[in-house]
């Protein structure tokens, strides 16, 4: 930065909170991190911790933040930390609503910035502010983050995902200060990093801490660079699992400190491929639970509980248009009307005897092309390429997020992802397959309609409308016959395919490779659950009166 930091627009400023750990053990695996370790970080002051790749200081930085939940099943922690004297997570492990608790104390500068792309960079303060208790309705918020983006030199006039490392950095530092935390986390935040940028920003965040005066605490193995802007440094010993205070005099001395990285050799062979084959059977009996369960809890999953309502409602129209915006509409109306085509051609092109049998079955061979498209045939295409196409998009979209930290981006602004994101994308898909359904049926008949007047003329468009409807409809209706049955089918193959796509996309991803097999699965299990869906529906619906 060129110039220093100065707060120069109305954030909340908040009264300095201390942060202590007491008897904090922390176990990942099989491996102990923390042993019983009790410190505190001091009110106002900004602290290193130290410790080499590996030895969990990134998981210190999870569970000062309350991230670690059902999907780090493999961290175990027990003690406490408290702020204000006030403990937020307890022996049996933080939950999703301490996450939330934490997200009103604690925000994290994340090391690979979990900005998010699909927002400018002012919506990415404003989320922020727009999702913190701190600030009354009446704080003009909008100034605020134009005020911070302004003050730390962040351009507004292109997307985030343009924007240089530095200005990104810049901006998540932006994004954490803004709703008047009182502790500011920063992980390995010169992590890749040349010397000169480093330096930069190390610079940069010791004139945001002087400018805010937040808890600060920094989680590094950079003490090259980051030491000389530290009040206090501690290490993580990951040989004898302690986290120590380093005196000042004992800085010049930091590297022998540090020692050697962990060894990460792992056991026997034969015994850990059979635990990899027990563990694969148990995450499927885990994820088909998981699926039932997120089933049973959809009628709440669809109530519109978000902390900021007008952010509920745009992520509901950014999933409504991921699901059915014009590249879904182009891709069902163009098999659809394929499909409507052959179906119609096909049954007068391959009918046996047609010199004889076709004058006298035109009208029912009409009926029953009609009423096949409306009730099984178009809504089976359909489900099925919004079950590959929509689906996969969504469950792409949610690793992503999950991939880069934006899931945690979110529980650390005080926004819990289940709602924010998932029942949006609920809405999406309970109204978007309809109305793709029903698009991909007018195009269907349309197509019907031309291929009949291709090879039948004479009678016209109003002799194959009157006997293409027939069978659906009813005297005095203003649907279709058969509307509840389908409605129902679409609801839940819809339903169904959010819930799949979720779950896919939120699975812990640790690589690209990650996510592109949760759209593989989301893709393999959705549409077998489509297809489970229609032939559950075929063995009653048509038994049915119509």
């Keep these: 930065m060129n110039s220093e930091v100065r707060p120069e627009f109305s954030v909340q400023q908040t009264t300095q909170t201390e942060v202590e750990l007491r008897q904090l053990c922390v176990r990942a695996g099989e491996r102990t991190l923390l042993q019983n370790a009790s410190t505190v970080f001091r009110a106002g002051e900004l602290t290193l911790i130290l ?6 200081k990134s998981v210190l930085l999870r ?52 900005l998010f792309d699909e927002l400018s960079p002012l919506q990415n303060i404003l989320i922020a502010l727009d999702h913190s208790n701190k600030h009354p309705r009446r704080v003009d918020r909008l100034s605020a983050a134009r005020g911070l983006l302004r003050q730390l030199q962040v351009p507004d006039d292109r997307a985030v995902s343009v924007l ?23 992980d390995e935040p010169t992590s890749g990093l040349d010397i000169g940028t480093a330096r930069g920003v190390a610079s940069l965040i010791r004139q945001t ?8 605490i920094v989680v590094t193995h950079d003490y090259a660079t980051l030491a000389a802007i530290a009040d206090r440094i501690l290490i993580l010993d990951h040989q004898r699992q302690t986290l120590d205070e380093v005196p000042r005099e004992f800085w010049d001395q930091l590297s022998g400190k540090l020692g050697a990285p962990p060894d990460m050799a792992s ?30 809890q959809l009628p709440l999953t669809l109530l519109p509980v978000w902390r900021s309502v007008g952010w509920g409602l745009r992520y509901s129209g950014y999933y409504l248009w991921l699901v059915s915006g014009p590249s879904a509409c182009l891709y069902v109306a163009v098999a659809c009307m394929i499909l409507g085509y052959v179906a119609q051609d096909f049954v007068f092109r391959y009918l046996p005897f047609r010199q004889f049998s076709e004058p006298l079955l035109t009208e029912n061979l009409l009926h029953a092309t009609g009423f096949s498209l409306f009730r099984f045939l178009v809504p089976i295409l359909s489900t099925l390429l919004i079950a590959a196409r929509s689906g996969a998009a969504v469950a792409a979209d949610v690793g992503s997020k999950v991939y880069g930290h934006q899931l945690d981006a979110l529980r650390c602004l005080g926004a819990a992802p289940d709602r924010v994101l998932r029942t949006p994308i609920l809405y999406a898909f309970v109204l978007g397959t309809p109305m793709l359904c029903l698009l991909g049926y ?12 291709l090879t039948h003329p004479e009678p016209g468009l109003a002799f194959w409308d009157a006997h293409f409807h027939k ?7 203003f649907f279709y016959r058969g ?64």
């Excluded at 410790?51 to 969990?56: A, L, P, T």
């Excluded at 240089?164 to 920063?186: C, F, H, K, W």
């Excluded at 007018?442 to 007047?453: D, G, N, P, R, V």
């Design 267 to 296: 056991t026997g062979q034969v015994p850990r491929r059979m635990s990899d084959l027990v563990g694969w059977l148990a995450g499927i009996l885990d994820g088909a639970g998981q699926f039932a369960l997120d089933v049973l």
């Design 51 to 56: 410790g080499c790749s590996g030895v969990g």
């Design 209 to 216: 801490h002087e400018a805010y005066r937040r808890t600060s």
């Design 471 to 477: 069978e659906l409809i009813s005297e005095g209706r």
């Design 442 to 453: 007018f195009t269907a008949a349309c197509s019907a309609a031309f291929a009949f007047l």
């Design 63 to 114: 569970i000062l933040a309350g991230l670690t939940d059902d999907s780090h099943s493999a961290i175990r922690v027990t003690g406490e930390v408290l702020f204000r004297k006030q403990s937020i997570q307890t022996p049996a492990g933080p939950s999703e609503s301490s996450a939330i608790a934490a997200g009103d104390v604690v925000a994290v500068v994340f090391q690979n910035f979990a």
């Design 164 to 186: 240089s490392g530095g200005q990104q950095q810049r901006l998540a530092i932006a994004r954490a200060v803004a709703p008047g935390n009182q502790v500011v986390l920063y």
């Design 483 to 546: 509307t509840g049955w389908l409605t129902c089918k679409l609801l839940l193959c819809g339903a169904g395919i959010a819930v799949v796509a979720w779950r896919q996309g939120r699975r812990p991803k640790l690589s690209s490779a990650d996510i592109s097999r949760g759209v593989t699965r989301t893709i393999l299990w959705s549409t077998l659950l489509v297809l489970g869906v229609h032939f559950l529906f075929s063995l009653y619906e048509f038994q049915a009166k119509k």
